[in-house]
Nanobody
Framework: QVPLVESGGGSVHTGASHGLSCTPS????????MGWFRQISGKEREGLAV???????TYADSVKGRFTVSKDNVKNILHLQMNNLQPGDTAMYYC????????????????????????????WGQGTQVTVSS
């Protein structure tokens, strides 16, 4: 069973806003860290935004000011609101979570190698495609 399920992908035009959602397959499961990542075709996967158990959000410089991560703690759904989308944002977007009780800070993954990222974010969804066209 896929531990996390992303939804909301689709095709939008340049400048549009769009939202993604991530729901744990175990609806009541709470994670120490949750985050949004993306992989642009031909490029390495990059972290976009992470959200810790205390409600703190941290963003990659590349999306700071345009993307907002939030969590509905009642429904246990992680959201990513993306504004002013550009063709360069076209990518497969993934939700990930840390299944550990303790570990490095959720935000320490920015700029790190993929093996470090998966050391913390061990659970992944299958991804949802976002395509931005001009």
């Amino acid at each position: 069973q896929v531990p996390l399920v992303e939804s909301g992908g689709g095709s939008v035009h340049t400048g549009a806003s769009h939202g993604l959602s991530c729901t744990p397959s175990e609806h009541s499961k709470r994670y120490r860290c949750m985050g949004w990542f993306r992989q642009i075709s031909g490029k390495e996967r990059e972290g976009l935004a992470v959200y810790d158990a205390d409600g703190r959000a941290t963003y990659a410089d590349s999306v700071k000011g345009r993307f907002t991560v939030s969590k509905d703690n009642v429904k246990n759904i992680l959201h990513l609101q993306m504004n002013n989308l550009q063709p360069g944002d076209t990518a497969m977007y993934y939700c990930a979570a840390d299944d550990a009780i303790a570990g490095p800070g959720c935000e320490t993954i920015f700029g790190k190698r993929s093996d470090y990222v998966t050391l913390i974010y061990s659970l992944w969804g299958q991804g949802t495609q976002v395509t931005v066209s001009s």
